[in-house]
Structures are given as structure tokens and as C-alpha cells.
């Protein structure tokens, strides 16, 4: 079973203030991936990354930015994080090189910015 | 082009019966047609999937059918169980491309 662990699992946040979600793998997938899930648009794409040094943006990365600095750790950074930016965030990774592959997800992380 | 939607957002069936969810793309190109569950405050786990060199895929209670003309595909759970009760999320993706995700079904199965 693919091991995928987040850090942290609840945060509370200030308006302004900087927010980094970390992800973790250990089963030495190429490619991971940092997706928001909100009520009534399921999960969207913010930035993805086919290996250590890439990342990619996705479907909404305006406010966010990405680091892949190894095989295994993915974070996702929110250098002003804004209320619009409360919601649960995934990270997954995925081992296959063209994306049509089965994609394992963490536990999620909840993010409340006030 | 690369949307993927889903129907219905909410679908309650009663115990035993069969449910359905549809979901529908824009790319042609898609080729990788994945479903995944998510439970009450879990994260969403792979239940099935289907490639574009199939038209019909079975597994334990779930049925997956991919209409490439239409660009649309479907979930068919058979004789529905309580434990079957959570959110499912479909979704497509090309080669070379990350997948998409339609915006969730909340099946709720009723006794």
C-alpha cells in the first residue's frame, strides 16, 4: 500500500500570513501532486511535479506556490494566505510517467485561515 | 476542454438497489478513466478504473462502462449496501496529462 503522510493535519492561519503544507512519500513515485477539495467542485489541481526540482502549475495556482526539493517531499506554500484559501488539501502521488495511473492520496490537511 | 462532469451531485437509493453516477469529458484524448471513494473524513481511495482499449469493466459489485464516442462514462454499483454510502469522485486524464476530477456524487444508501 502506497504511504502518502501530510503535515499538518488541522492548521489555523491568520489572514497575511505564510502556510506551508508538507507531503511525504515513501514509495518513490516520480509524480505528486497538491489538490484542494471544497463542496461543490470536488478536488482541482493547484501544482504538480514530475520529480525532484519540477514543479508545474495546475488548474488554480494563483496564490500558491510549490517546492519539490526531493523524490519524497512536496510542499505546498501560501506566502499570503487569504480566507478563500480555507479548505482541505490533498497531496497524492503517482508512479506512473504519463499520468494515467492510479493516484494515492494523503490523509488530507485542513487549513482555516481567519 | 478538459472538464470532466458529474451527475447527479447527490443520488440516495435504498438498500439493495442499484446506483448509477455519469460523468462526461472534453478531451479526446483522454484515455485513463479512474473512480475513487471517499469516506466521511478520510481521503479518496481507487475502487475502479478503465482504460480507453475497454469498453466494460467488473469488479466485486461495481461496474464501469466507457462510451469513448460519446465521451462519457458510468459507474453502476449493484445490490447497494449502507457500507457504500460515501462520496465518489470520477475522473480522466491523457497521456502526458494529470486527471481531472468531476465535482463528486454523495450516494446515500437508505434501509
Known amino acids: 500500500e502506497a504511504a502518502v503522510t501530510q503535515s499538518p493535519r488541522n492548521k489555523v492561519a491568520v489572514t497575511g500570513g505564510k502556510v506551508t503544507l508538507s507531503c511525504n512519500q515513501t514509495?518513490?513515485?516520480?509524480?505528486m501532486y497538491w489538490y484542494r477539495q471544497d463542496t461543490g467542485h470536488g478536488l482541482r489541481l493547484i501544482h504538480y511535479s514530475y520529480g525532484a526540482g519540477s514543479t508545474e502549475k495546475g488548474d488554480i495556482p494563483d496564490g500558491y506556490k510549490a517546492s519539490r526539493p526531493s523524490q519524497e517531499n512536496f510542499s505546498l506554500i501560501l506566502e499570503l494566505a487569504t480566507p478563500s484559501q480555507t479548505s482541505v488539501y490533498f497531496c497524492?502521488?503517482?508512479?506512473?510517467?504519463?499520468?494515467?495511473?492510479?493516484?494515492?492520496f494523503g490523509e488530507g490537511s485542513k487549513l482555516t485561515v481567519l | 476542454g478538459e472538464q470532466v462532469e458529474q451527475l447527479p451531485s447527490i443520488l440516495r437509493v435504498q438498500e439493495g438497489s442499484s446506483a448509477s453516477i455519469n460523468c462526461t469529458y472534453e478531451n479526446s484524448a483522454s484515455n485513463y478513466f479512474p473512480w475513487y471513494k471517499q469516506e466521511p473524513g478520510e481521503n479518496p481511495k481507487l475502487i475502479i478504473d478503465i482504460r480507453s482499449n475497454m469498453e466494460r469493466k467488473q469488479t466485486q459489485g461495481l461496474i464501469v462502462l466507457l462510451d469513448k464516442k460519446a465521451k462519457r462514462f458510468s459507474l453502476h454499483i449493484t445490490d447497494t449496501q449502507p457500507g457504500d454510502s460515501a462520496m465518489y469522485f470520477c475522473?480522466?486524464?491523457?497521456?502526458?496529462?494529470?486527471?481531472?476530477f468531476g465535482t463528486g456524487t454523495k450516494l446515500q444508501v437508505v434501509p
Open positions: 475522473a480522466a486524464s491523457a497521456s502526458g496529462t494529470y486527471q481531472r
Open positions: 514509495n518513490n513515485h516520480n509524480n
Open positions: 497524492a502521488s503517482g508512479d506512473t510517467g504519463h499520468n494515467t495511473g492510479q493516484l494515492y
